[in-house]
């Protein structure tokens, strides 16, 4: 295993340690060291929280900073993070106008939250959610309900953290990040498997020559293994499963995210991405905004995701709006 | 005897301990199959972090639990943190004060762990979760108590019934947590939460057994 780690069992706590000096300028600890929140976070508005697993780097303490979310509760790799960082995160998110909890759709994370929710109400304090389910490949159409979250939970918090920023009340930012989520669909190809430092070794495999079209953000079987491609028939093969079932259709405007699984390299990300671009192109879709890079990984995972977002004058106007965190600069 | 001291139950949690730790790779290998693969890495880290903080302190086998159980709660996450924490601290409330724990008294508290499990989880028998472990094994400490076979009996049998749930797991189509996205293809797989609760209840019987 040929990685930067001193005992792996402290990866994350280490991680988070240099993570709050080198970004000290958009984001501070809290009592919890488990959760990292926005160093200044304007007085007044809906609080807007995330959390995870580690090892998706950027996602999500990344996402912590103006006009996104307020505040992040961080996880083992891999991991949901416990009921009381959900909690935390909430509480140093809330300026008395109610939390909006806005995550990945996952059985751990799906019941911390909820047991935070529950403690929150408790503590005097309103936490709705939305539940990003874009992973097209997870689960058919007519259960979108067991869909996971990936890369598309960028675009839900840039929609969710800027409705906030506008000054929207809970209803309205929740209702904003459940359209983004809802216009949403994502698709992944794994050409490497990924490694948890503690483990030592990748828990599943992709041969040499291959690639799993559909791949989760921790290694989940996607719907088909088949030999490696060239950048444009993967570009192909990208577009047709997530097109389709939304289904995105000529005249469409839409918001394109390419991201790195980890350790492809980002010049090929924009390979793919001018693959992609053609694709739309010729279906007569149009891209409004492009991100491209390293915004949603698993840990040292070759491959990329797409995502695509409808999108309406709403959603372009919350999308145009600034941000400035780790993992999203925008003017 | 027909009872143990609650107060001398800290070497049985010990023995849960050791198993988790024992079973650490197994337990990764198993969930690598069709989850993600950090099982065995997270129980491992919850149950050693117990060890570390009361291997030396005087705790009764409830008080335990209840802590263990917090500390999966609180501190370990994912989805076994919520789940084993549950299960974990509800049992330790049903046994709460009791000086002697009797095996009708040990049926409660499993009892107990169960009804909690169910009230955060909709998964049933059958779904590919360690429900088919931990239900069974309830039904098999309250039948032979019943029928009135004894403690050293009614541990057995939960054993083999926390076994033969577990193996069940292994030809079922999982409809919960991660791995029911897979639909089919989880099949042939052991469920890894079934796995490691067969691994903590074949610890708790070989624990109690010995202090009998």
Redesign the interface.
Known sequence: MQRIVNNPDNIVDEMLGGFLKAHGDIVEATDNPRVVKAKNIPEGKVGVVTGGGSGHKPAFIGYVGENLCDAAAVGEICSSPTAAAFLDACKAADQGKGVACLYGNYSGDNMNVKMAVKMAKKAGITVKTVVANDDVASAPKDQRGKRRGVAGEVLMWKVGGAKAAQGGDLDEVVAAAQKAIDNTRSVGIGLTPCTLPAVGHPNFEIKDGTMEVGIGHHGEPGIEVCPLETADKMAKRMVDVVLPDYPFTEGDEVAVLVSGLGATPVMELYVLYDEIDKLLEEKGIKTYKAYVGNYFTSLEMMGATLTLMKLDEELKELLDMPAYSMGLKQR | MSTFKNADGKPVLLKMVKAIQDNKAYL??V????????H???MN?GFSVFEARFADKDISFTEGLDELGMIL???????????YGTILMDMAEAGEGLEDISVADFGNMLAAGLDGLQG??EAQVGDKTLVDTLSPAVDAVKQAQEAGEGYEAALQKMKAAAETGRDSTKDMVAK???S???GE?SRGVLDAGAASCCIILSAMAEGISELL
């Open positions: 990764g290998e969930d690598g199959l069709i989850g993600d693969g950090d065995g890495m997270n880290k709660l609180n501190e370990i996450g994912g989805s076994m943190g919520p789940i955060i989880v919960f947590g991660r029911s996205r897979l293809r």
